[in-house]
């Protein structure tokens, strides 16, 4: 009897922790979504975005589920601001409900808001569990994981802009549609680049301290 009431207090004691630990990277993870905390400098005028970092940090140290989970909300934090809090020329490449002149959103919006949003969590869950199995719970692992997963939202986004809203792209940005590939790779240079450094370091610098720390308590 006393064994299944320790056991019922530990799990308790683990589902607590969840949690607490999910609704604090949600929070952190509204900050960076909607206010200009999360965004930094990358080169020139271009910024990296730190959205995807909690959700890094999330599939690494709840598992890839929670890492899904938290890649639907930057989905949705996204949609909201891109849909009514800061809508841009480009917003409707990630909504339906927002558009340019004659050029407006459809449901592909959606799948690029938040497919590789959601996949953040996958990719960076899945190889972290992979990497830290094959190569014990080092560096790499954290670090490798961390650039994928941010590698696959940038590519991913970039890629449905240019499949799904190409033409309107060119014709927002006043650029020849032969243009488009070049103009998304030096996104991916300037901005995406340093956004998967920036995803790997810290991946490392904040989910191996909070492994460790969770080892340590259970």
């Given at each position: ?67 899904a989970a938290m890649g639907f909300f930057f989905g949705l934090f996204s949609f909201l601001h891109m849909s009514f809090i800061a809508p841009s ?6 909504t339906p409900i927002y558009s340019v002149g004659e050029f407006g959103g459809n449901y592909w919006s959606l799948v690029i808001c938040f497919v ?45 802009i240019y499949l799904f809203f190409g033409k309107q792209f060119a014709s927002v940005n006043k650029i020849g549609f032969e243009l488009v590939v ?37």
């Amino acid at each position: 009897m006393g064994n299944r009431k320790d056991s019922s207090v530990h799990f308790d004691q683990k589902r607590l922790l969840f949690i607490v630990q999910f609704a604090i990277l949600l929070a952190i993870e509204a900050i960076v979504s909607f206010t200009p905390l999360g965004s930094l400098p990358a080169l020139g005028p271009i910024v990296a975005t730190l959205s995807h970092i909690p959700v890094i940090v999330t599939a690494i140290t709840m598992g890839t589920g929670a890492g899904a989970a938290m890649g639907f909300f930057f989905g949705l934090f996204s949609f909201l601001h891109m849909s009514f809090i800061a809508p841009s020329p480009m917003s409707f490449v990630f909504t339906p409900i927002y558009s340019v002149g004659e050029f407006g959103g459809n449901y592909w919006s959606l799948v690029i808001c938040f497919v590789p949003r959601i996949l953040i969590g996958v990719v960076a869950g899945l190889s972290y569990r992979f990497l830290s199995k094959l190569l014990k719970d080092n560096f790499f692992s954290y670090t490798f994981s961390g650039i994928l997963a941010s590698l696959t939202n940038t590519l991913l986004v970039l890629g449905g802009i240019y499949l799904f809203f190409g033409k309107q792209f060119a014709s927002v940005n006043k650029i020849g549609f032969e243009l488009v590939v070049g103009v998304l790779g030096m996104i991916v240079l300037t901005s995406g680049i340093p956004e998967a450094i920036i995803g790997g370091i810290l991946a490392y610098g904040v989910g191996k301290p909070l492994n460790k720390m969770k080892s340590k308590h259970f």
